[in-house]
């Protein structure tokens, strides 16, 4: 056995980890005072108050998730071998999916690495860590992530607001390479353009890459609206599937900018009207103005942060959902979407469903869906389950 710290589940706690989740909670561990004297993201073994082995993981006193569990052996070693072992599986797993290397390589707890994001476009890999035990990791990771695709750049995207929760400041730096302000991005044969260095989140989205090519398969000789496009995602897949036009909206000015450079790039520029504006606003707008389209799209910012938020968010989605009905054609689709991880799936249908009563229209739900398969969901953490997409048949 290693001599790493051992942490005890309290008596009749950790009902989820005793089934095979690896989160534990700060009420379900017993906090000695060897537990309170550990530093943020410290290695450790866990057991149950009978001795059952958990397996390691890292502890952080100040966070909710208290342990975060790499592996079921209490004994193993957290370096650049066990990366490069669990990098080799994820890797395996996307290039059977995936033909060219534009994908997500790491989804935290679904590839067995928590707190640690990996989005690769082409050469570069931007990196998101959000914990404090993942920060301490940082040099094996990132030797087992060179020994394993030998990016020419990698973005560390530390700058999310779950860090903060962790008690880690925010940055923005190359660990290898450059910090490119652009980078071409291909998916479902589109082309796009992001921007790993300051975009949101990694720059891209690639968690819709299956929502944005079903959606596209239904806009040939169809009027589109893109609500919150971003860089245009899904504004671009449907003009280049052959919409009659596209308009979309986005309040980010510079993720406008990469969209119509990509719509250029696909030669769709000329179908593709893309407008800064307050999504909620310019919605109001339109239906005062009678305009109507035959495919609409809303794919929000998160509405729902953290579970305080869940009602206020909730009556968000019900509001967007009103909205974007209200400017869908008879006959037309409407794709409403969240990646609200505290907004549970059943509550999220029924808010839409809601919405788009409100405007006296029929409407059946012929599509719900998640994110793409290189977003693996842990099968006891729900929670990773966070991105929800509905596409609805409206009268």
């Not at 790499?70 to 193993?76: E, H, M, S, Y």
């Not at 009602?311 to 968000?316: I, N």
């Amino acid at each position: 056995m290693t001599s790493r710290p051992l942490l005890r589940l309290k008596p009749r706690e950790g009902r989820r980890a005793r089934a095979g989740a690896p989160w534990m909670f700060s009420n379900e561990i017993e906090m000695s005072n060897v537990a309170k004297a550990l530093p943020p993201g410290s290695l450790v073994s866990v057991a149950g108050d009978d001795g059952r082995p958990y397996g390691t993981g890292y502890f952080n006193l100040k966070s909710l998730i208290s342990v975060r569990l790499f592996d079921g052996a209490q004994d193993d070693e957290i370096d650049v071998a066990f990366f490069a072992k669990r990098l080799k599986r994820a890797l395996a797993l996307r290039e059977a999916l995936y033909a060219e290397p534009y994908y997500r390589l790491v989804h935290a707890e679904g590839d067995g690495l928590p707190g640690l994001s990996i989005d690769r476009l082409g050469n570069t890999s931007v990196v998101q860590v959000t914990t404090a035990g993942m920060e301490a990791l940082l040099e094996p990771m990132l030797e087992a992530l060179d020994a394993a695709i030998a990016p020419a750049n990698v973005i560390l995207r530390a700058d999310t607001p779950a860090r903060a929760l962790e008690g880690l400041p925010s940055y923005v730096r190359a660990a290898k390479g450059e910090t490119p302000s652009r980078v071409g991005v291909l998916e479902n044969g589109t082309r796009y353009f992001a921007d790993p260095a300051s975009g949101q989140k990694t720059g891209w989205y690639y968690d819709q890459r299956d929502n944005r090519a079903f959606m596209a398969s239904l806009a040939k000789g169809k009027s589109v609206l893109d609500a919150y496009c971003y860089t245009g995602g899904f504004a671009i897949a449907a003009a280049g599937a052959g919409a009659s036009e596209v308009s979309a909206l986005d309040s980010s000015a510079p993720a406008l900018a990469l969209a119509e450079e990509a719509a250029a790039a696909n030669g769709v520029e000329r179908i593709c009207n893309f407008v800064k504006a307050d999504v909620f606003e310019d919605l109001e707008r339109l239906a005062g103005a009678g305009e109507k389209f035959d495919i609409v799209i809303a794919d929000p910012p998160p509405f729902v942060k953290a579970r305080k938020d869940l009602e206020p968010g909730a009556k968000a989605y019900r509001k967007l959902a009103r909205l974007a009905a209200g400017v869908t054609a008879p006959g037309g689709f409407l794709c409403l979407c969240s990646c609200s991880h505290n907004m549970p799936m059943e509550r999220f249908v029924n808010e839409c469903a809601i919405g788009i009563i409100r405007t006296d229209r029929r409407a059946t739900l012929i599509r719900q869906a998640g994110a793409g398969p290189d977003h693996p969901v842990h099968p006891m953490l729900p929670e990773t389950a966070y991105l929800k997409t509905l596409v609805f048949a409206l009268d």
